[in-house]
Antibody, heavy 122, light 108 residues
Framework: EVHLVESGGAVVQPGGSLRLSCAAS????????MHWVRQAPESGLEWISLINWDGSSIDYGDSVKGRFTISRDNSKNSLYLQMTSLRSEDTALYYCTKDLTSGNYHRGFDYWGQGTLVTVSS | SYVLTQPPSVSVAPGQTASITCGGY??????VHWYQQRPGQAPVLVVY???DRPSGIPERFSGSNSGTTATLTISRVEAGDEADYYC???????????FGGGTKLTVL
């Protein structure tokens, strides 16, 4: 059974940094592109970053580009999101999620973690 | 950047059919995916590639996509279908994933 478990969420001051982790199990981690998606309180879903199977292809949403860095360690079946220069508008539940299929087919995200909460506040 | 437009809310009586739309420029040329998000839970993929269903998703959930509008149709609506629904596409111009703003489905 597929499991994605996020961790690392916390309360952090504006301008601060945080590193989120996602532990994956139940599938061949290094076959899949992985993503971070966030959801601000009482708001919709926002895709923020992707990393392909070997880390050679990475992209970011406009709102986080230059401040957040996605990475993965396939030996540990883990996905990471390093967040810097945090702002109040980064306050959200951050989800780790995987592509439905391996390869570059853009067929949606089939498994999601339960999310980890990041609160940016002084 | 590419924009997807959904109605904020849709209401339907139990047993009836709910239609949730997702508008976008020439969206018919893209593959549209739909998610259900019940309160306090993570999203669940209910339709991918316009009309395919992942395993475990009831046949009551179906999709279509043409021109400037994609539609998620839920037949024989049940109380448990009450949730927020999001459409999603891959924007190849920006190499970004895009979500619609979400539609709250209320079962009367």
């Amino acid at each position: 059974e597929v499991h994605l478990v996020e961790s690392g969420g916390a309360v952090v001051q504006p301008g601060g940094s945080l590193r989120l982790s996602c532990a994956a199990s139940g599938f061949t981690f290094d076959d899949y592109t992985m993503h971070w998606v966030r959801q601000a309180p009482e708001s919709g879903l926002e895709w923020i970053s992707l990393i392909n199977w070997d880390g050679s292809s990475i992209d970011y949403g406009d709102s986080v580009k230059g401040r957040f860095t996605i990475s993965r360690d396939n030996s540990k079946n883990s996905l990471y999101l390093q967040m810097t220069s945090l702002r109040s508008e980064d306050t959200a539940l951050y989800y780790c999620t995987k592509d439905l299929t391996s390869g570059n087919y853009h067929r949606g995200f089939d498994y999601w973690g339960q999310g980890t909460l990041v609160t940016v506040s002084s | 950047s590419y924009v997807l437009t959904q109605p904020p809310s849709v209401s339907v009586a139990p047993g009836q059919t709910a239609s949730i739309t997702c508008g976008g420029y020439n969206i018919g040329a893209k593959s549209v995916h739909w998610y259900q998000q019940r309160p306090g839970q993570a999203p669940v993929l209910v339709v991918y590639d316009d009309y395919d269903r992942p395993s475990g998703i009831p046949e009551r959930f179906s999709g279509s996509n043409s021109g400037t509008t994609a539609t998620l149709t839920i037949s024989r609506v049940e109380a448990g279908d009450e949730a927020d629904y999001y459409c999603q596409v891959w924007d190849s111009n920006s190499d970004h994933w895009v979500f619609g703003g979400g539609t709250k489905l209320t079962v009367l």
